[in-house]
């Protein structure tokens, strides 16, 4: 099946348009010729660029949530994926893409709060971030309006000791900041 691939400069020009505000119409001119994949039923509305066959570099590029209001994206998940290779798990095949998608959001979001957090090979780094409370038990974790993941060697949604495969995922979440406080 035919994959469109992203140059450096469409993946800057993406996240670019994502994160600034009424810059929505510049992701469609992007993305409309891309190559996509049918399938059987409808798609939600947030869902409308789920089935591009997209790649970056050598990873699958999936964007399972998009969602516009106007001319502004509210929502926005983007995930870079591909099959964990040796030397991993002994270094992190990530960090030159997480270089790249850090020089663009540090540059994006110039002069806001910015928040690193680890939790074992997993590191997240929140942008425009404030420390929120996240459940009725009054559990406090940083929020941000968009969020670069990296989960290098990592068995995704399923529990490692039920799965030998492994994946190194970099994932892009965004949601504007006056959406959240909003609803």
């Given amino acids: ?24 119409d510049l992701v469609e001119s992007l993305l409309s010729d891309c190559h996509e994949f049918q399938t059987f039923g409808s798609l939600m509305p947030y869902e409308r660029y789920f089935r591009k066959q997209l790649g970056y570099r050598d990873f699958d590029l999936n964007i399972p949530r998009f969602a516009v209001n106007g001319s502004s994206v509210l929502e926005a998940a983007i995930q870079f994926k591909r099959p964990s290779t040796f030397p991993a798990p002994y270094f992190n095949r990530n960090r030159s893409l997480l270089r790249e998608m850090r020089r663009l959001l540090d540059h994006l979001y110039k002069g806001q709060d910015i928040h690193v957090e680890r ?23 940083w929020v941000g ?39």
Wanted: glycine letters at 4%; proline letters at 5%; hydrophobic letters at 35%.
């Fill in 1 to 24: 099946m035919p994959v469109s691939r992203l140059s450096e400069k469409e993946l800057k020009q993406l996240i670019t348009a994502i994160v600034t505000p009424g810059s929505a």
């Fill in 119 to 141: 939790d074992g090979q997993t590191r997240k780094v929140h942008y425009k971030a404030t420390l929120a409370h996240v459940n009725f038990d009054n559990v406090l974790e």
């Fill in 145 to 183: 309006e968009c969020t670069l993941i990296d989960e290098p060697h990592s068995s995704g949604q399923t529990p490692e000791d039920l799965t030998t495969i492994r994946n190194d995922f970099v994932i892009i979440l965004f949601k504007r900041a006056s959406e959240r406080e909003h609803g």
